[in-house]
């Protein structure tokens, strides 16, 4: 066996690893402060604040007497209150029977119910939190695109010098008035795909016609973790010029050609940096969401269109990236509960649903295509955690949310005994749940 020929393998597992580490250490260690904090101002006490779990590599005491640690394995973390038995809030009955009114104050299962709700659900909420914060940056970073569509930088297409310069104001295209986003992709779906475009431009505040590409040309803008169009090396700022030998000059054509190979491999040409490429793939067969909350079943090779410039932007407002980002979440959380409904009702594949490997893939693939990137996923992933754990699963934090409701309209908890069942169930509900994925990782195509 030739040893140098698995060097770039292993860089490139040993790149996903790190990647994901990074972001599930994140995303952890936001989940795991939220509980920490909100319950030491309910007054919980916390003994254990780990990062990791098995062996402690480095610890310290803090002034309140909390145990920071990180530990060997980092697949998660937790937090320890006074009486825990374990990282799960669990009750330590021994401990607990030695304490006097004061201490057992001070444990998660004394502290009041009001206490103890908060503390609980302030992991998810920390993590809905992280996720707002991140869009609402990312949309501050990248900017919201001045309206009227405004040219910013022209993309390098393969055909003639486009008469568009950077600064021009779009009034209307091929005749048709374009104030807005809205009614400029109004418009464009109505242009014809062969010839120039006319574009009305407002250029040094003189109105004048140009002759320009069409506006969303086959061009890559962005290319999307474990797809057909990653592995085959496709690249931000490609054009693809043809599929199977015919000529395509929208992106609409691209989609078209694709949804009709219905999985059969085709061939692309690519023009990148004035060479051409000729690339082969197989479109694969993906479960997306549509409009109307539901999913539709799509041949998707991976790949982001673009238009022919990059609009001009300006700097969002604060409620403006706040909203952007509020609005993110609620995507990302709606087209989680309908996909997770739509597999359980069999409407769609079960191999939607990734498991560690294929998680730790794709956050290997995000953070290969940059920084930006790599914190979209985080701020991705920060949802899907918050959601995973307000499930009413015992062992998550749903579960206990589920017993404290329990108790306040009963008048107690329920016995240690039935919480020990109860507890044992959903830990075995959920390793069998993690299996599952895992293997949806492992044999899923």
């Known amino acids: 066996m030739d040893i140098a020929s698995l ?11 790190a990647a994901f580490v990074v972001a599930l250490s994140v995303i952890v260690t936001v989940h795991e402060y939220g509980h920490y904090i909100v319950g030491r101002w309910t007054g919980i006490r916390a003994e254990v604040f780990s990062l990791g779990f098995g062996p402690v590599l480095a610890s310290r005491v803090d002034r309140r007497g909390t145990r920071w640690q990180i530990a060997a394995l980092p697949l998660g973390g937790y937090v320890r209150f006074l009486g825990d038995s374990d990282g799960a809030s669990g009750k330590d009955a021994a401990a607990m029977a030695g304490m006097d009114a004061d201490d057992r104050r001070h444990t998660m299962h004394g502290a009041p119910l009001w206490a103890r709700v ?3 659900a302030a992991g998810p909420v920390f993590n809905f939190v992280l996720s707002i914060a991140v869009f609402a940056m990312l949309a501050v970073v990248s900017g919201v695109a001045i309206e009227p569509p405004t040219v910013g930088k022209l993309q390098s297409l393969p055909a003639a010098q486009s008469a568009l310069r950077e600064g021009d104001t779009i009034l209307a295209l091929d005749g048709r008035a374009t104030p807005d986003y809205s009614t400029f992709y109004d418009a464009v779906a109505d242009l014809p795909v062969d010839g120039e475009t006319a574009y009305l431009v407002r250029r040094d505040g003189v109105e004048q016609e140009v002759a ?5 040309p086959p061009v890559v803008s962005a290319i999307q973790p474990k797809s057909a169009a990653m592995e085959v090396g496709l690249k931000e700022g490609d054009v693809v010029t043809a599929i199977d030998g015919k000529r395509i000059r929208a992106f609409s054509q691209l989609q078209d050609l694709v949804t ?7 061939d692309l040409t690519v023009w990148r940096d004035g060479e051409t490429l000729n690339l082969s793939l197989t479109p694969r067969r993906m479960d997306m969401p549509n409009a109307d909350g539901g999913f539709e079943t799509r041949w998707l090779i991976g790949m982001t269109g673009g238009l022919a410039f990059e609009p001009a932007t300006r700097m969002a407002g604060p409620l403006e990236a706040l909203s952007y980002g509020a609005d993110q979440l609620g995507f990302i959380v709606q087209s989680s509960l309908s996909g997770l409904y739509h597999m359980i009702a069999g409407k769609i594949s079960s191999c939607n649903l990734s498991g560690p490997l294929g998680i730790a893939e794709s956050s290997g693939a995000a953070a290969s295509q940059g920084l930006e990137s790599f914190v979209w996923f985080i701020a991705m992933l920060s949802t899907a955690v918050g959601l995973l754990n307000l499930f009413p699963i015992p062992v998550l934090d749903g579960g206990h949310l589920v017993f404290y409701a329990y108790e306040a309209v009963v008048g107690r908890p329920p016995s240690d005994k039935a919480l020990r069942v109860l507890m044992a169930a959903g830990f075995a509900l959920l390793i069998g749940l993690m299996v599952f994925a895992l293997s949806n990782d492992i044999f899923c195509p």
Do not use: H, Q
Request: glycine share 12%; net charge negative.
């Open 7 to 17: 060097i770039p393998s292993f860089g490139n597992a040993a790149f996903t690893v």
């Open 260 to 266: 009709a190979s219905e999985g059969a491999p085709i």
């Open 212 to 216: 320009g590409p069409y506006p969303f």
């Open 118 to 120: 908060l503390t609980v």
